[in-house]
């Protein structure tokens, strides 16, 4: 089945520095990926879907300038976390949908990012 | 917007029994997808069940089932003989019918399951 990875697995940072979550579909091309933000005990909140070739859109609320979405390529989108401060650390999620040609659509979630800014 | 409530935070079953978790839905839209995703511990997200809402049927998978009733707006997941891997987060969530399209979850059931 098809498969969606996410790099790193977890990371810790400090405060004021920049970090990069990378979301690959690995056995698929995905013209478009939804990031999620998970709270500790909470739901999966939509903060914006990637579009590749073209800007990211972005949930209310949630800020383009501070998460930079990047979808470069069919298989892989970039969340860059800029000048992360404490209230950023939470766990992330992308999704990529997928269909055989004529097909059903699936979504594959990748196994998540953990983010702790200290 | 379409919304998803699980009235149900928590609850518990024991090994074998049955529970059933509780999901109601807002929306405007004729045709969209239904969910229940389940996240363990490790937190990957696994799909348990899905519903096409065009389709009367109530979807099984297995000891999963839904009871999916559309003028209701609600989805509720019934999952027999419980088991102990069966302990997890519960997500119901709705996609609207077209590609491409972003799920929106509800907040959660947490599920017990006593040995």
């Known amino acids: 089945g098809a498969v969606v990875s996410q790099h790193p697995s977890r990371v810790i940072c400090k405060s004021g520095t920049s970090v990069k979550i990378e979301c690959r579909s690995l056995?698929?091309?995905?013209?478009?990926m939804f990031w999620y933000r998970q709270f500790p005990k909470k739901s999966l909140m939509l903060m914006a879907t990637s579009n590749e070739g073209s800007k990211a859109t972005y949930e209310q609320g949630v800020e383009k300038d501070k998460f930079l979405i990047n979808h470069a390529s069919l298989t892989l989108s970039t969340l860059t976390v800029t000048s992360a401060h404490p209230e950023d650390s939470s766990f992330y999620i992308c999704s990529a949908p997928w269909s055989r040609s004529g097909g059903q659509e699936t979504q594959y979630f990748g196994p998540g990012t953990r983010l702790l800014v200290l | 917007a379409q919304t998803v409530t699980q009235s149900q935070p928590e609850m518990s079953v024991q090994e074998a029994e049955t529970v059933t978790l509780s999901c109601t839905y807002d929306t405007s839209e004729s045709d969209y997808y239904l969910f229940w995703y389940k996240q363990p511990p490790s937190r990957q997200m696994i799909l348990v069940i899905r519903?096409?809402?065009?389709?009367?049927q109530n979807a099984t998978e297995n000891r999963f089932s839904v009871n999916f009733q559309k003028a209701a707006k609600s989805f509720s997941l019934k999952i027999s003989d419980s088991q102990l891997g069966d302990a997890a987060m519960y997500f119901c969530a709705y996609r609207s019918w077209n590609y491409g399209q972003n799920f929106v979850f509800g907040p959660g059931t947490r599920l017990s399951v006593l040995p």
């Open positions: 056995d698929f091309q995905a013209t478009t």
């Open positions: 519903q096409e809402a065009y389709k009367q």
